[in-house]
């Protein structure tokens, strides 16, 4: 079975400061992971994936994750936070070995609160 | 929100009765999927379909029911056997294969009184 755990409920950080949305996976073999952004009363749009390759993963709007299957984690971050960063942020994730199952597994979402 | 299409954005139903949820996707996408959202508990998958004529059981199945008869089509009934229907509906679409990335649509929000 594949799980995925946000421990954070909300994040509250200053405009301009770094910052960083946690998630952390559970698979029993290895995993594609996806971050998504949510904005009130809105679908989720795709920020970006990690497939293979490189553990540094870049996506949309400056944001970047990274991979670290040691602590099975997927961090996602950003370098300078804006106001209009603010949404509710999901991790998921896919397991590989998975034959069955295609869907997504999501977290139960981290509200992000940019302060200006 | 890509090329999928959910209608109504809002519906209101009375207790007891059925309801169906247009999702539409122009993307030509194999696999669909329907999820339910309520607050502090993420996504919930209610039913996925990888085929035409093909769907799956997701994890809170019961009450709802889909059929997939058209690539572009995956509606979602919402039947008088779901216990607490009121929740915000997410349909979403994925290329074939696990790599992957769904797209959603833009939600419907089902309010049952």
């Known amino acids: 079975a594949q799980s995925v755990a946000q421990p954070e409920d909300q994040v509250n950080v200053a405009e301009g400061n770094p910052l960083t949305v946690k998630c952390t996976y559970s698979?029993?073999?290895?995993?594609?992971l996806f971050w998504y952004v949510q904005y009130p009363n809105r679908g989720l749009q795709f920020l970006l994936k990690y497939i293979t390759g490189d553990n540094l993963v870049k996506g949309s709007y400056g944001f970047e994750a990274e991979f670290n299957k040691s602590q099975t984690s997927f961090h996602l971050k950003k370098p300078s936070a804006l106001v209009s960063d603010s949404a509710l942020y999901f991790c998921?994730?896919?397991?590989?070995?998975?034959?069955?199952?295609?869907?997504?597994?999501f977290g139960s979402g981290t509200r992000l609160q940019v302060q200006p | 929100d890509g090329g999928i299409t959910q209608s109504p954005k809002y519906l209101f139903r009375k207790e007891g009765q059925n309801v169906t949820l247009s999702c539409e996707q122009n993307?030509?996408?194999?696999?669909m999927y329907w999820y339910r959202q309520d607050p502090g508990q993420g996504l919930r998958l209610i039913y996925y379909?990888?085929?035409?004529?093909?769907?799956q059981k997701g994890d809170i199945a019961e009450g709802y029911s889909v059929s997939r008869e058209k690539k572009e089509s995956f509606p979602l009934t919402v039947t008088s056997a779901q216990k607490n229907p009121t929740a915000f509906y997410l349909c979403a679409s994925s290329i074939q294969g696990r790599r992957g990335e769904q797209y959603f649509g833009p939600g419907t929000r089902l309010t049952v009184t």
């Open positions: 998921a994730v896919r397991d590989i070995g998975e034959t069955g199952r295609r869907a997504l597994t």
């Open positions: 993307l030509n996408h194999d696999a």
């Open positions: 379909s990888q085929i035409v004529n093909d769907f």
């Open positions: 698979v029993s073999g290895n995993p594609y």
